[in-house]
């Protein structure tokens, strides 16, 4: 399916995820699905909880017990493949990369997407945006959106 349309099945989406129990703490994850030369998720992880190896090609796998949910590794990745999860009081929320301007602003409603590009049934809410210095181009924005978005969301698409 990802080779013919560009977007990951249902299954292979909720594999990079923990078990929902683990989510009551933030946690990265790492969509990627293909094997491509990069590394820059393990490198920038101060935890040491992702891992690819000696060939930088393989795919890399994230040790939920070590990572933290710091984010470190979302502006670290070229691909734009990671954000952090978390799952608290019925919602779902999440740390996503954002480089388009204008940015969302703390407290505005956005449309939410999916994989597709297309427009969930409810909206997100934009809960912080963080630009520093080591992230100037790419500014992690924390969205919630209710629960049962949690495998279908992936970005923001328009303020509300």
Request: charged share 25%; proline share 8%.
């Amino acid at each position: 399916m990802i080779e013919k349309t560009g977007v990951a099945t249902i299954e292979m989406i909720k594999s990079k995820f923990p078990k929902k129990e683990v989510l009551t703490r933030p946690k990265a994850i790492i969509e990627c699905y293909t094997e491509i030369p990069c590394n820059p998720c393990s490198t920038s992880c101060p935890f040491d909880a992702i891992y690819i190896g000696k060939d930088i090609n393989q795919i890399p796998r994230i040790d939920f017990d070590k990572c933290t949910g710091c984010s470190s590794c979302i502006s670290a990745c070229p691909g734009l493949a990671i954000m952090v999860a978390m799952i608290k009081d019925g919602k779902a929320y999440f740390k996503i990369p954002y480089e388009l301007l204008p940015l969302p602003v703390r407290g505005e409603k956005w449309t939410a997407l999916n994989r597709y590009g297309r427009v969930l049934d409810k909206p997100c809410f934009i809960e912080n945006v963080m630009v520093t210095k080591k992230n100037d181009k790419t500014a992690i924005v924390t969205v919630s959106i209710e629960q049962p978005y949690l495998y279908e969301f992936v970005t923001v698409g328009k303020k509300l």
